[in-house]
């Protein structure tokens, strides 16, 4: 429910695109779902256990990229800004990440490595490199938002499943819970209403990310990272009955000031 810190200015009154600009947004596509595919050929072929999971990896990789490349080439106007690019870097290696969760719930390779933290590390940090990026060159947009928040979600859903094998499943919640607020929200108009800003949603959204790597860390002890997950999934779960009862509240229609 978080919204993005990259803002949502429209690009309502931007000039036409240029053939230039919608073929170096067709190149930004192509890129994003071609090193992700590569990369995860490499870990197939060095680390999967056979033929069949090697090639399992490349879908895997490709989930997230896919339908973060389908989303750009979808906006009108057809543009990618500086910090878009810093977001679809972040989806490529989520989709890395997606192929090593793939290999570490076969047991091909650890749940915990220094080689995985930091991976999951630099895509955690892209989340702030972006945003920064965006107020910093004046290319925040509501498509750039929408993109943002997204590969948020998608990051903690891939990282939580993978913290999973340490701490417990249930753990796979706090990646899983935006995506069951969506759900709900198809049943319940009112939970399509839009949120104001929330400090106390935006840090405990940053605490989840935070925590979620912490228990990836070779050195956390299993208990410690069980405890710490288990409090960022009660926080999480608080803020999200909060925005539930406030949109509750506010009705299907009237926007929450």
């Excluded at 955690?124 to 509501?142: F, Q």
């Excluded at 108009?189 to 935006?202: E, I, K, N, T």
């Amino acid at each position: 429910m978080e919204t993005s810190g990259r803002g949502a200015t429209s690009h309502g009154d931007s000039p036409p695109v240029s053939a230039a600009d919608r073929r170096r947004v067709i190149r930004d596509a192509t890129l994003l779902i071609l090193l992700p595919a590569a990369l995860a050929v490499v870990l197939g072929l060095t680390l999967a256990p056979g033929p069949g999971i090697a090639l399992a990896l490349i879908p895997a990789a490709l989930l997230a990229p896919v339908l973060a490349a389908v989303s750009v080439l979808r906006r009108r106007p057809q543009v990618v800004s500086p910090a878009d690019r810093v977001t679809l870097l972040r989806v490529g290696l989520i989709g890395v990440l997606t192929a090593a969760g793939v290999l570490i719930l076969i047991e091909a390779i650890p749940a915990r490595s220094w080689t995985l933290a930091a991976l999951v590390g630099v895509a955690l940090l892209l989340d702030a490199v972006d945003g920064w990026v965006a107020r910093h060159t004046k290319s925040s947009s509501a498509s750039g938002a929408r993109l943002d928040m997204e590969s948020d979600a998608a990051a903690l859903l891939v990282v939580s499943c993978i913290a999973a094998v340490t701490v417990g499943w249930w753990v796979v919640a706090i990646g899983a819970m935006r995506y069951l607020f969506v759900a709900a929200a198809r049943f319940r108009p009112a939970l399509r209403g839009d949120l104001a800003y929330s400090l106390f949603r935006r840090t405990v959204a940053a605490i989840q990310a935070s925590v979620l790597w912490v228990a990836l860390l070779p050195f956390t002890p299993v208990l410690f990272a069980t405890a710490v997950t288990a409090i960022a999934l009660a926080l999480l779960v608080i803020s999200f009955t909060r925005d539930a009862i406030r949109l509750e509240r506010q009705g299907p229609e009237e926007p929450v000031r």
